[in-house]
């Protein structure tokens, strides 16, 4: 958990089918609120696919991306659930470090993506949530960028301060 950093530099090695596998299951046996298991997950390997929505996503969003919101990695999951569930998005933020966790122990890279959130969510997105196969009820939460690092991420300094105890 300590040494878990976000890659953003990918070599084009393939993840293995069962890598992937891995990743996805440790995804699917995290914890949910109530045990509803409504998380959902999106697997995208295919170039062109990738690189239409990549653009789609930068003419819409507005801010320059260095490395596009998927740095490259040769595979990238798109996590989402039920949208009148409250805890879809916490749910998903759970099972997204599961899948990162699962990942690292394989000496796989990832990196929790956000950004795309508003874009997936909004009505130029519309489009692509139906391309992704989810549903008119499905909640967009978070992207995961999976692949081999190519750069592997300095450890970062943590900010004091941030516990506060109430005995």
């Known amino acids: 958990i300590m040494e878990r950093r976000s890659t ?3 070599t084009q090695e393939p993840v293995t089918e069962e890598e992937l596998k891995t990743v996805i299951d440790a995804g699917l046996w995290a914890p949910t609120a109530r045990n509803r298991q409504e998380v959902k997950i999106t697997v995208v390997t295919d ?3 990738r690189a239409a929505f990549r653009a789609d996503f930068e003419k819409n969003d507005g801010r320059p991306r260095f490395n596009g919101f998927d740095f490259g990695d ?3 999951l798109l996590l989402y659930g039920d949208k009148d569930f409250p805890y879809t998005e916490m749910d998903s933020g759970i099972a997204a470090e599961n899948m990162a966790l699962a990942a690292d122990s394989l000496g796989l890279g990832t990196v929790i993506i956000g950004c795309i959130r508003d874009f997936v969510r909004s009505e130029a997105g519309k489009p692509w949530r139906e391309k992704l196969g989810m549903e008119e009820n499905d909640l967009f939460t978070c992207g995961l960028c999976i692949g ?3 750069e592997p991420t300095k450890p970062q300094e943590r900010k004091e301060g941030r516990v ?3 005995r």
Request: zero cysteines; glycine letters at 0%; a positive charge.
């Open 8 to 10: 953003r530099h990918y």
């Open 47 to 49: 170039p062109e696919f």
């Open 74 to 76: 040769p595979v990238f």
């Open 148 to 150: 081999h690092i190519a």
């Open 164 to 166: 506060k105890y109430i």
